[in-house]
Nanobody
Framework: QVQLVESGGGLVQAGGSLRLSCAAS????????MGWFRQAPGKEREFVAA????????YYADSVKGRFTISRDNAKNTVYLQMNSLKAEDTAVYSC???????????????????WGQGTQVTVSS
């Protein structure tokens, strides 16, 4: 079992930055691929970024590439999402997710993630 708790959301002006954190409990964190997803009101959940179990590989949605950075600290059982140059369209509830113990791969589909956090609200004012 893995439990995930996000933090770091809030209200920020367009062009600003936020850093989201996702703290994980459980023995399998370092064996799990991790991802960030977001869901805006009235829209489907969408992939944002993912990182493999070692942290050596990451992948981003085109909409955030060059602005967001995903990272992880396996010693702290935490994954991060640094968000810069925020836009109004980045407003959403952001959730982190963990896969089951896996090979060193990255998953972009929510179907590959077994555990989910409760989400943290990010609001970007224009």
């Amino acid at each position: 079992q893995v439990q995930l708790v996000e933090s770091g959301g809030g209200l920020v002006q367009a062009g600003g930055s936020l850093r989201l954190s996702c703290a994980a409990s459980g023995r399998t964190f370092s064996s799990s691929a991790m991802g960030w997803f977001r869901q805006a009101p009235g829209k489907e959940r969408e992939f944002v970024a993912a990182i493999n179990r070692s942290g050596g590989y990451s992948y981003y949605a085109d909409s955030v590439k060059g602005r967001f950075t995903i990272s992880r600290d396996n010693a702290k059982n935490t994954v991060y999402l640094q968000m810069n140059s925020l836009k109004a369209e980045d407003t959403a509830v952001y959730s982190c997710a963990a896969s089951a113990a896996s090979a060193s791969v990255i998953y972009t589909s929510s179907k590959n993630y077994l555990y989910w956090g409760q989400g943290t609200q990010v609001t970007v004012s224009s």
